[in-house]
């Protein structure tokens, strides 16, 4: 069992940035590769980021490539999403989540995923 809880959220300016975090409870958690998603209101969610177990590789959606970076820090047992250049649509609850297996193995598909958070709001003004 594999807890997740999101930080990080708040109200920012388009071209703002924020940080995310996303600590997890278990002690195999770099056994897990871990993905950011996100929903707004009225769509399904969406991928957003992904990191491999030992973090040596990173998948990003189109829509975040180049503004968005994802990070993990296996002894502290968290991973990060650092959100730069910030649009109004990038506004949704942002939720992180670990999957068991290979990481190659549709790591953009939320039903690949074993464990999920919380969420934390993203709110982007323009």
């Known amino acids: 069992q594999v807890q997740l809880i999101e930080s990080g959220g708040g109200l920012v300016q388009a071209g703002g940035s924020l940080r995310l975090s996303c600590a997890a409870s278990?002690?195999?958690?770099?056994?897990?590769?871990m993905g950011w998603f996100r929903q707004a209101p009225g769509k399904e969610r969406e991928f957003v980021a992904a990191?491999?177990?030992?973090?040596?590789?990173?998948t990003y959606a189109d829509s975040v490539k180049g503004r968005f970076t994802v990070s993990r820090d296996n002894a502290k047992n968290t991973v990060e999403l650092h959100m730069n250049s910030l649009k109004p649509d990038d506004t949704a609850v942002y939720y992180c989540?670990?999957?068991?297996?290979?990481?190659?193995?549709?790591?953009?598909?939320?039903?690949?995923?074993?464990?999920w958070g919380q969420g934390t709001q993203v709110t982007v003004s323009s």
């Open positions: 990191i491999s177990m030992d973090g040596s590789s990173t």
């Open positions: 989540a670990a999957k068991s297996g290979s990481y190659y193995s549709n790591i953009r598909s939320p039903v690949q995923y074993n464990y």
């Open positions: 278990s002690r195999s958690f770099s056994m897990y590769a």
